[in-house]
């Protein structure tokens, strides 16, 4: 079992920045991949940006140079640094990890998911 936490959402006017957090606990040794999402309404849920376990990361076209995925290992914390916020980056975005664990030479994988932070952006 893994439980997320996510904080730092809030209202912000365009051009403005805001930095998400997703605190990781219970079997963290099994996570391979942190992941942010985001849900607008009337949406589905898309992936905004990635962070492995080797630290290669992977973003969305619709935010990259804009937004940065970064972890302190220490902490068992992702952040996720949102810059020249748009309007239409207005969502709730959701903390996603990916765990996969071996048992007798069977892979078990499973994502679990935060409870989701708003970000508004609006002026």
């Known amino acids: 079992q893994v439980q997320l936490v996510e904080s730092g959402g809030g209202l912000v006017q365009p051009g403005g920045s805001l930095r998400l957090s997703c605190a990781a606990s219970?079997?963290?040794?099994?996570?391979?991949?942190m992941r942010w999402y985001r849900q607008a309404p009337g949406k589905e849920r898309k992936l905004v940006a990635g962070?492995?376990?080797?630290?290669?990361?992977n973003y969305a076209e619709a935010v990259k140079a804009r937004f940065t995925i970064s972890r302190d290992n220490a902490k068992n914390t992702v952040y996720l640094q949102m810059n020249s916020l748009k309007p239409e980056d207005t969502a709730v975005y959701y903390c996603?990890?990916?765990?996969?664990?071996?048992?007798?030479?069977?892979?078990?994988?499973?994502?679990?998911w935060g409870q989701g932070t708003q970000v508004t952006v609006s002026s």
């Open positions: 996603n990890a990916h765990t996969k664990v071996r048992v007798t030479g069977v892979d078990y994988e499973y994502d679990y």
């Open positions: 219970g079997s963290i040794f099994a996570i391979n991949a």
């Open positions: 962070i492995i376990t080797g630290g290669s990361t």
